[in-house]
């Protein structure tokens, strides 16, 4: 396992000097001040003449420079922030926001699938062993009665039986929770909707790690919460950020990946998970547990939902873990929100997916969900060794059952005219942009080990990433060399 923690608290600390930004405004007729300078500070980041991580002026040095009023920036720079463009640190200052993006995608829009060893997207091995399994399970629902799950369109939460699987299945995680308390979701991402949506209201600040899913990252522009990315090291989250932003007040909840975070690959120890278990109590913090990878974990780690029931929302999935094709997973709710829960699934979706249940519950019940998940155990240990075998110390941070690795740019490359040399060579990778929820992450790009790709293309990407890595830049990117 190879390891690397981001900078220390005490540097991330240390700001930058604002930039120098003084936009000339042009008010047109009707539009109020605030509003015209949002509308010059959105078309500024838009062009990248303010780039991600950028921090702004001041509220009153702005107004200054500008001969506008405080109240004027303050109401301008809080609407940006809204429609997803900023991002407010307590205490440290207002920075650029980057926006979610498929980069990457869009550079392979020119080629055929077929020839593309795509390293961007994660998602779990898919072997013989899936292909056969699936196989399987669809002739067994075909030749018997699927009166049970074809035919109801209640209950909202799940049918009875497979809630009851799903506590089987939870228990494997550390999570004990009654059925009543249990949602069967179309995977993770739906789980962390309706969590949030339960108990979130625009404007509200939701904590997370500095780099983290994007899903959360796009979730905060469509419910209007105020997203901010926390310090982490190599367990996740540092406790005493997390303390600090909690202690400084308006905090609503806390969303985190504690095992095998994307795209980091960190794993949260028992210890680290009881410390934030005790602050989010502490505050009244309501804590999203991401979960969807924990079953690749064998250690034996404590759910943070379980030691803070009233205030912790669990959330888990099939999809990474044991078929990228079964989208369905487990929401387990405070006993006080499963009736909401339950109301806002009805009017999103109605329910989840009964046939989609129906294979996840038998798989669990005949031992095939387990035997699938060994099989990715044993599939990202042998890649994980490949990748470090191939690019050594360009790996930052991994973990040896992660389906990601996160790897650092060399400092004659920027990130994105290294990505696009990349998808020069059919190869896609993603930047960091997509994950950047707070500052003093470092940069980097995501590589995925996952997927249909054999071993000799596994190899053949990661060498491709390897010799691009020790090689200086084309000509019209030699600007950022450092």
């Known amino acids: 396992m190879r390891r690397e923690a981001n900078p ?125 399994a699936s196989r399987d399970i669809l002739r067994e629902l075909s030749d018997g009665d699927n009166a049970e799950f074809m035919r109801p369109c209640r209950p909202i939460a799940g049918l009875d039986r497979h809630r009851e699987t799903a506590r089987t299945w939870l228990r494997t995680l550390n999570v004990d929770a009654n059925a009543e308390r249990i949602l069967v979701t179309n995977g993770a991402a739906h789980g962390i909707f309706l969590a949030l949506s339960c108990i979130i209201r625009s404007g509200d600040v939701v904590l997370c790690e500095n780099l983290t899913d994007h899903g959360i990252i796009g979730l905060s522009n469509v419910l209007g919460f105020s997203l901010k990315g926390l310090p982490t090291d190599d367990e996740g989250i540092v406790p005493d950020a997390l303390s600090a932003a909690c202690a400084a007040g308006g905090v609503r909840a806390l969303v985190l990946i504690p095992t095998l975070n994307n795209p980091t690959g960190h794993v949260a120890g028992a210890e680290r998970r009881r ?30 939902t379980d030691m803070i029931p009233d205030l912790g929302f669990f959330v888990t999935s099939f999809t990474k873990a044991v078929l990228t094709g079964v989208r369905v997973g487990y929401l387990v709710v405070p006993r006080a929100y499963s009736i909401r829960a339950a109301s806002i699934l009805r009017v999103t979706s109605w329910s989840g997916t009964y046939l989609s249940g129906e294979i996840a519950t038998r798989w669990v019940e005949n031992g095939t969900a387990k035997r699938l998940v060994e099989i990715q155990r044993e599939e990202a240990r042998k890649r994980q060794q490949v990748a470090m075998d191939i690019l050594g110390d360009h790996v930052a941070s991994s973990h040896p059952l992660s389906l990601c690795a996160w790897l650092r740019v060399p400092p004659h490359w920027t990130e994105e005219s290294l990505v696009r040399s990349l998808a020069n060579q059919n190869v896609a990778v993603t930047p960091s942009e997509p994950f950047i929820a707070g500052p003093g992450h470092g940069g980097g790009i995501r590589i995925c080990l996952g997927g249909r790709l054999n071993d000799a293309s596994l190899v053949k990407a990661l060498t491709t990433v390897r010799q691009a890595f020790e090689q200086l830049p084309p000509v019209y990117d030699i600007g950022s060399i450092g």
């Open 275 to 304: 410390e934030i278990a005790a602050i989010a109590e502490r505050y009244g913090v309501f804590v999203v547990e991401d979960e969807v990878y924990r079953p690749m974990i064998e250690e034996d780690l404590p759910s943070i």
């Open 8 to 132: 220390p608290i005490r540097d991330i600390l240390t700001v930058a000097k604002p930039v120098v930004w003084r936009p000339v405004l042009a008010k047109q007729k009707g539009e109020t001040k605030h509003a015209a300078l949002t509308e010059r500070l959105i078309a500024d980041i838009d062009a990248g003449v303010l780039k991600p991580m950028d921090r702004l002026p001041t509220h009153r040095d702005l107004a200054r420079d500008l001969g506008l009023s405080v109240q004027t920036v303050s109401l301008s720079y809080k609407e940006a922030e809204r429609l997803g463009y900023l991002s407010g640190e307590i205490g440290r200052g207002t920075f650029v926001k980057a926006r979610v993006t498929d980069r990457a995608g869009r550079m392979m829009l020119d080629h055929s699938a077929n020839e593309v060893l795509d390293l961007s997207i994660i998602r779990g091995v898919y072997l013989d062993a899936h292909e056969s």
